[in-house]
């Protein structure tokens, strides 16, 4: 019996896709907390073996890698679902923060990497993507149709709109708010904020 006869049979391409995402989701919620975290700890968060983990990733380079590619995936989807073209730069705002906190677990990765001092890409990068300028555009647009507080700069909003998620990721278990709340106040926090009337909201 030859080697080939043997071997395990391949994992449907349905199911590896899933295990590699629940590997992901593992790694960012254990590596984000400690990014010294032991490679079995990610296998155990997300439910496989070892030896399941080095199939889809053969090192932590390789995992993080992916986290990466993770994250960057859910914030490119977060500003596309977001219709920032579509309404007032408020509205469009307000669009776009109920994205970003609905993929606030994944998106942790770059907050806990920022953080961390840790390399790897993230959405604060020095180069200006497409998805930036997409935001840009709308708040500029929000301050021209009176939605958007004029005095307020882009790059004032989007380092006041990473701080606030990541106070919704990381405070709760310190402050006695549970998640929903924590994204609750979180939301209403920055449209406060960002609005030209803070009753608008």
């Known amino acids: 019996m030859s080697d080939q006869d043997t071997a395990a049979p391949a994992e449907p391409s349905s199911t590896a896709a899933r295990t590699r995402q629940a590997i992901l989701l593992a790694a960012v919620e ?12 990610v296998a155990t ?17 390789a995992l993080r890698q992916g986290v990466d590619s993770l994250a960057e995936d859910q914030w490119k989807l977060a500003v596309h679902n977001a219709r920032l073209a579509d309404g007032t730069g408020l509205e469009a705002f307000r669009r776009l923060c109920g994205e970003l906190i609905s993929r606030i677990d994944t998106l942790a990765w770059w ?9 790897g890409e993230g ?42 998620l990541y106070a919704i990721r990381f405070v709760p278990a310190q402050g006695g708010l549970s998640p929903f709340e924590a994204r609750q106040q979180g939301l209403r926090t920055l449209l406060k904020a960002v609005a030209a009337d803070p009753a608008a909201p």
Not at 45 to 61: E, I, K, M, P, Y
Request: net charge negative; proline share 2%; glycine share 8%.
């Open 123 to 164: 959405s604060e990068g020095e180069e200006w993507s497409q998805e930036d300028a997409l935001i840009a555009e709308a708040l500029t647009r929000g301050q021209q149709d009176g939605s958007v507080d004029p005095a307020l700069s882009v790059e004032w909003v989007s380092n006041l709109t990473w701080a606030t």
């Open 45 to 61: 968060q997300a439910g496989v073996s070892r030896s399941t983990l080095h199939r889809h990733f053969a090192d932590r380079a």
């Open 111 to 119: 907050m806990a990497c920022e953080s961390a001092g840790s390399e």
């Open 30 to 41: 254990v590596l984000s907390v400690n990014p010294g975290a032991a490679l079995g700890e």
